[in-house]
């Protein structure tokens, strides 16, 4: 038995645990949780039972918001997870690289180092995640998020200062955050095929984005939205703004015409797919759409590549049992 007069279980009878569960689950494992928590902090210090704690209660939450590993919702976010991450991680790159290379990053300092600590994050958590370290990476999307939030309410309560600059984007580095730390951590793919195509997705985000960023840097005009471009530039730049959600989808119908992948969390990451309807051309992605008409042009080319992908990854996964049922040379079972 746990001894009750250890600070570490002085503290855990102060806070709510069992009562977090469903009454259902909650009557028939209600012991079973106790009797886990009290083994897990038999020799635990302070720190080490609330992490424990913290853990069993955010598995609480995710069944009764029915978010856990077993219910649809939770299958979707975890499937979404991963190339949530590895966007987020793929756009910091992008970011970080520009702000090393843009002509005044040096003349203040402490504005690009604001800016880089609330971006930073996002790509050791996607290497986190590929190593197998789910909680690291999940405690670096947390800092983030929270990190990004600060800033934005710092920018709202002090509107003349630089820190305005970080605020376009907000919506999309919470949203995609959100969903990643929401998301039941036992139900992410974590095997090595996984994690790959996660790699993968960010690596193939982040180059070209990268390319056309360095490539126009130094010669953005400022009144960029009345120039007039060449048709072929300007193709380019309109095709820049859909590369990210054309990865994603292609990961997307890898999944979905995979007969081993649950369609649900292939389902995922379509989700993962949808953020990128606010992203804009070169040089720094660092603003959303101001013009309602690229927000629908957007809205519209990601729409019509998960149609695509949903239409031909149903194919393939329809099609391949017919096939391996009528290769040449199957015969029918010896009964």
């Given at each position: 038995?746990?001894d ?9 009878r ?11 689950y909650?009557a ?5 949780i ?10 635990a ?7 424990e704690w ?8 995710r069944?009764?918001t029915?978010?856990s ?7 979707i976010?975890a499937?979404?997870?991963p190339?949530?991450?590895a ?5 910091s790159?992008?970011h ?5 290379l843009?002509?005044?990053s ?5 504005r690009?180092?604001v ?6 994050p996002?790509?050791?958590?996607l290497l986190?995640?590929?190593l197998?370290?789910r909680?690291?990476?999940?405690a ?10 600060g800033v934005?309410?710092a ?6 200062t ?8 907000l919506p999309?580095?919470?949203?995609m955050?959100v969903?990643v730390l929401i998301?039941?951590?036992?139900a992410?793919d974590?095997s ?10 960010a ?5 070209p ?5 360095v490539?126009w840097l130094g ?5 960029y939205?009345?120039v007039?471009f ?15 959600a ?8 890898l999944?979905?015409?995979s007969?081993d992948t ?8 379509a ?10 051309a ?6 959303g759409p101001t ?12 729409l ?7 239409l031909v990854?149903t194919?393939?996964r329809t099609?391949r049992?017919?096939?391996a049922?009528t ?5 029918d079972?010896?009964?």
């Amino acid at each position: 038995m746990t001894d009750s007069h250890t600070p570490a279980s002085a503290l855990l009878r102060r806070l709510p645990l069992i009562g977090l569960y469903p009454a259902g689950y909650r009557a028939a494992h209600g012991e079973e949780i106790a009797a886990v928590l009290a083994e897990a902090v038999r020799h635990a210090d302070r720190r080490e039972a609330l992490r424990e704690w913290a853990a069993l209660a955010a598995h609480a939450l995710r069944l009764r918001t029915r978010l856990s590993s077993r219910d649809p919702a939770g299958r979707i976010l975890a499937g979404a997870a991963p190339f949530l991450l590895a966007g987020g991680a793929a756009l910091s790159v992008v970011h970080l690289l520009t702000w090393l290379l843009l002509p005044d990053s040096s003349t203040d300092f402490a504005r690009e180092a604001v800016g880089a600590a609330q971006t930073l994050p996002w790509v050791p958590a996607l290497l986190c995640l590929t190593l197998g370290l789910r909680a690291p990476a999940r405690a670096l999307v947390l800092l983030a998020v929270l990190s990004r939030l600060g800033v934005a309410a710092a920018a709202h309560f002090h509107p003349g200062t630089a820190l305005t600059r970080y605020a376009d984007l907000l919506p999309l580095w919470v949203v995609m955050g959100v969903l990643v730390l929401i998301a039941p951590p036992d139900a992410v793919d974590g095997s090595p095929r996984g994690r790959s195509w996660t790699m993968a997705s960010a690596v193939a985000v982040a180059l070209p984005m990268s390319g056309l960023a360095v490539l126009w840097l130094g010669t953005w005009p400022e009144d960029y939205g009345n120039v007039v471009f060449p048709s072929s530039v300007q193709g380019v730049l309109d095709a820049s703004t859909v590369w990210p959600a054309s990865v994603m989808t292609l990961a997307y119908l890898l999944h979905l015409g995979s007969p081993d992948t649950d369609p649900l969390r292939a389902g995922g990451v379509a989700l993962a797919v949808l953020p990128w309807t606010v992203m804009v051309a070169p040089p720094i992605y660092r603003s959303g759409p101001t013009d309602h008409h690229d927000l629908l042009r957007n809205g519209g080319a990601v729409l019509a590549l998960l149609a695509v992908a949903t239409l031909v990854g149903t194919l393939r996964r329809t099609a391949r049992p017919t096939r391996a049922g009528t290769r040449p040379g199957a015969s029918d079972p010896t009964p």
